[in-house]
């Protein structure tokens, strides 16, 4: 596991800031700068609430970004969480402005505060991104449902896509539709009947560096959707072979030790 926020220095995900070469933190020393310029010529309240905006803006890219350029992390990584990356870039930004006026670190410390809020917000969920996921998964594995789902999957496993409502759905969509192609449309109706029953008890246990994404009624849709649109891919008798009760026996044995939707 990832040694905890209070060793900065030493913390893998964590990268230097370069003062010198990155357009966001110059974006953001810029903004803060001209909010502090502006207070001091007591500019109108309409300039002071536009530079406050700036620095939201500057500090949420800023944060941001370097949170997406951070790695897949290993399935039993759990720190460290989107609050203390946060918080530890967030400090970076502060340390910068160490001398600046307490009424400009305020500002500062505010534009973090939401920033971590939004971070840790699930998206909303939203029909044309989940399809754009499943298409993209699709088309770079040449139809291969598997390593599809493997993709977005490893997606979720990267510290910006921890609360990717839209992602998390399409990665289940495709994981019901592997259940299927593995063995049946009635063993994957079943797991994902027991793992949405699961979810709305709140029992699903973390299963990944990210949180568990919470129940949706357009889950549970895309999850049934997964399973019934891989069963009509095959023929008749790959149904009917596949509809054998030893198939459908088995293949409940089998997912009750590999099923690991999260």
Do not use: C
């Not at 007591?42 to 370097?66: C, F, K, L, M, Y």
């Not at 991104?129 to 789902?149: L, V």
């Not at 609360?163 to 109706?189: C, F, G």
Request: glycine share 6%; no cysteine.
């Amino acid at each position: 596991m990832v040694a905890p926020l209070n060793a900065v220095s030493s913390l893998a995900y964590l990268r230097p800031i370069d003062d010198g070469g990155s357009s966001d933190v110059s974006t953001t020393d810029a903004a803060i700068a001209k909010y502090t310029t502006d207070v001091n010529n007591h500019e109108s309240p309409a300039v002071i609430n536009a530079d406050r905006q700036a620095i939201e803006t500057a500090v949420n890219a800023e944060i941001g970004d370097q949170i997406a350029g951070l790695p897949i992390r290993n399935k039993t990584e759990r720190e460290p969480t989107i609050q203390q990356l946060v918080d530890s870039y967030g400090k970076s930004i502060l340390d910068r402005h160490e001398r600046d006026p307490a009424i400009t670190k305020e500002v500062v410390e505010g534009a973090i505060g939401d920033y971590r809020q939004q971070a840790t917000t699930w998206t909303p969920e939203d029909r044309s991104k989940i399809d754009a996921y499943i298409k993209g998964a699709m088309d770079r594995h040449g139809g291969d449902i598997q390593k599809a789902f493997e993709d977005l999957r490893d997606q979720r496993w990267t510290p910006s896509h921890f609360y990717d409502s839209n992602l998390a759905i399409a990665a289940d969509y495709l994981r019901a539709r592997w259940e299927t192609q593995k063995y049946n449309n009635q063993v994957a109706d079943i797991e994902v009947g027991m793992y949405l029953d699961k979810k709305k008890k709140n029992e699903i246990p973390q299963n990944g560096p990210g949180p568990v994404s919470q129940y949706s009624s357009l889950q549970e849709e895309y999850m049934y959707k997964g399973v019934e649109d891989q069963w009509n891919t095959l023929h008749w008798w790959e149904q009917m072979f596949l509809s054998d009760s030893s198939t459908t026996i088995g293949g409940l044995a089998a997912a009750a030790f590999e099923n690991d939707i999260s």
